[in-house]
C-alpha cells in the first residue's frame, strides 16, 4: 500500500525537520523527490544522500518559496524536466514568534510571504501541470495553532488557519480535475523550528498531550505519505491532525 513508483515529488522546505522525513518517505514509497531548500544547501545534500543510501532516488533544487515568479518558474522547470508532477507537498514554514502588541508590521510580511505566497505560488505551479494530467496530490502543512490558537503566535496563527482556507478552497476549485488538496497539521514535534520554545512553556504543553509526548517528523511524514497516495483518492479538503491527542 501507498507506493509511489514512477511518481515525482516537489517537498518544499525538504532540507530540514518535517520535510526531510516526508522527502525521505516519499522516496522509500519509489517516488523521485525533488528536496527543496533555501539556505541549507549542506542539509538538502544529506537528504538527498540519505535517500540514495536506501536505494531511492532525489535531488536538490534551490528556490525561495516568498518569491512567488522564481517559486512557479521552478516548479514549471522540475515538472518539465521529469515530464510530469504527481505529488506537492508545501512544507517550507517560518515561524516568527510574538505577542500581538509587539507584533511587526515586517515580521508580518515575511510569515505570509513564505508560509502562505510560498505554498500558493507553488500550488499554483503545479496546478497547471496536474490539470493536464487530470491527476495529482497537493498536501499543505497547517499546524495545531491555526486551529487551536497559541498565545505569542498570533502571526504564525493566521498563517497556519489561512492555509486551511486555501486547502479546502483548492480541493473545490481543482476536484473535477482529480486533483486531491489536503493539509496536515502538525502538533509538537521535535525540528529546529520547536527547539526555540523556553523550557517551561514546552514542560506545559507536554502535560496537555494526552501521548504524553512530542512528536517525531516520521509520524507526520506518514500522514503526508497516506495523503500523497492513491489510496487516498476519496480525501479531499481534509485536516489531517498529528498531534498526540492535543487537539480533538
Ligand atoms: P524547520 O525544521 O524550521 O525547517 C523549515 C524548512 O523550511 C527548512 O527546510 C527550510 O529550508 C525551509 N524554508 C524556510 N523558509 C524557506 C523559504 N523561504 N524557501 C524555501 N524553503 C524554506 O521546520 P519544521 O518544524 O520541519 O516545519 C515544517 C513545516 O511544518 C512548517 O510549515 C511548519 O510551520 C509546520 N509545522 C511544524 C510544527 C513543529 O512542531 N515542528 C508543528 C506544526 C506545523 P533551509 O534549510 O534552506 O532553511
Redesign the pocket.
Known amino acids: 500500500m501507498f507506493r509511489l513508483d514512477g511518481k515525482v515529488a516537489i517537498v518544499?522546505?525538504?532540507?530540514?525537520?518535517?520535510?526531510?522525513?516526508v522527502a525521505e518517505a516519499l522516496a522509500g514509497q519509489g517516488a523521485f523527490v525533488v528536496v527543496?531548500?533555501?539556505?541549507?544547501?549542506e542539509?538538502?545534500k544529506k537528504t538527498v544522500a540519505a535517500i540514495e543510501a536506501k536505494g531511492g532516488k532525489a535531488e536538490a533544487v534551490?528556490?525561495?518559496?516568498?518569491?512567488m515568479a522564481a517559486?512557479e518558474a521552478a516548479v514549471a522547470d522540475i515538472a518539465k524536466r521529469h515530464g510530469r508532477l504527481d505529488i506537492l507537498v508545501?512544507?517550507?514554514?517560518?515561524?516568527i514568534d510574538n505577542l500581538v502588541l509587539r507584533v511587526k508590521d515586517d515580521e508580518l510580511d515575511r510569515l505570509f510571504?513564505?508560509?502562505v505566497k510560498?505554498?500558493l505560488a507553488a500550488a499554483k505551479a503545479a496546478i497547471k501541470v496536474m490539470m493536464r494530467a487530470k491527476t495529482g496530490r497537493i498536501v499543505f502543512?497547517?499546524?495545531?495553532?491555526g486551529e487551536a490558537g497559541n498565545a505569542g503566535q498570533a502571526g504564525?496563527a493566521a498563517?497556519?488557519a489561512a492555509l486551511i482556507g486555501v486547502t479546502k478552497t483548492l480541493a473545490k476549485e481543482y476536484a473535477s480535475r482529480n486533483i486531491t488538496v489536503n493539509a496536515?497539521?502538525?502538533?509538537?514535534?521535535?525540528?529546529?523550528?520547536?527547539t526555540q520554545i523556553p523550557g517551561d512553556m514546552k514542560t506545559a504543553m507536554l502535560q496537555s498531550i494526552p501521548l504524553g509526548r512530542?512528536?517525531r517528523?516520521e509520524e507526520?511524514a506518514a500522514a503526508v505519505t497516506f495523503l500523497s497516495s492513491d489510496e487516498s483518492s476519496y480525501v479531499t479538503g481534509e485536516v489531517l491532525r498529528v498531534n498526540g491527542g492535543m487537539l480533538m
Open positions: 518544499t522546505g525538504g532540507s530540514r525537520g518535517i520535510g526531510r522525513a527543496n531548500y533555501v539556505r541549507g544547501e542539509e538538502a534551490a528556490f525561495d518559496v516568498s518569491d517559486t508545501a512544507n517550507a514554514g517560518i515561524a510571504a513564505v508560509n510560498g505554498s502543512l497547517s499546524s495545531i495553532v504564525y498563517t497556519k496536515v497539521a502538525p502538533g509538537f514535534i521535535d525540528t529546529d523550528m520547536t512530542t512528536g517528523s507526520v
